[in-house]
Every structure is written in structure tokens, then in C-alpha cells.
């Protein structure tokens, strides 16, 4: 399964796992050497901490849930050019540093 694009997700700062976006919907999947961590945890309450991917037509709710909305999503928009139907590329620009301990990242560090 090919992915047109790729998110790289961080939990705490230290990566976490990669989110896709396919010819099919959305995939994530956990990084192993992020599995083995004795304090890794939970991306969210709906995707627990698991080997096997998780996949979706939809973006993920978590996911979509990190992204503006109003004046805040009216303003990326605006500046970044991007359709506010492009959930995954607002992803990529809106979710570098949000409220709570997740952020996205279009390159992994």
C-alpha cells in the first residue's frame, strides 16, 4: 500500500509512530523501537499502544481532532493555501505544536 503522504507522529517529542495517507484512506502504525520503550504511551485512548496497524477511509478522529477549526482554521487556510477539505494537509501544517503532548511532523527527526 503506497502513501501519497506521510505524517510523523511524536508523543513527549520522541516519535511515536507514522501516519499515512493511501489509495485506501489513512493508515498508522506504531514504531517498534517506540513499542519497546517502557514508557511509551498511548497515542490516544482509541488507538492503543499495538504492533499491528490501524487503518480508516476517514482520518482518523484523534487525528482530525488536532486540527483548527474557526478563526484558527480560517487563518491556515488562508496562509498556507491549503482546501479546508485537505484534512491531512492541515495535519501537516496546523499540528507541529498543539495543545497536548502529540504533534505532527512532515519529516522525522
Do not use: Q
Not at 15 to 30: N, Q, R
Not at 33 to 40: Q, V
Not at 69 to 89: M, Q, S
Amino acid at each position: 500500500m503506497e502513501a501519497y503522504r506521510t505524517a510523523y507522529v511524536y508523543v513527549r517529542d520522541t516519535f511515536a509512530g507514522t501516519l499515512k495517507e493511501t489509495d485506501y484512506g489513512y493508515s498508522f502504525i506504531y514504531d517498534t523501537e517506540y513499542l519497546k520503550n517502557e514508557n511509551a504511551s498511548a497515542v490516544s485512548l482509541t488507538m492503543p499502544l499495538k504492533s499491528e496497524e490501524y487503518t480508516s477511509k476517514t482520518m482518523f478522529a484523534f487525528f482530525d481532532g488536532l486540527i483548527p477549526e474557526g478563526w484558527l482554521l480560517d487563518v491556515v487556510t488562508h496562509n498556507w493555501k491549503i482546501d479546508r477539505k485537505d484534512r491531512f494537509g492541515l495535519l501537516l501544517v496546523a499540528c507541529k505544536d498543539p495543545i497536548g503532548n502529540v504533534c505532527i511532523k512532515g519529516a522525522k527527526e
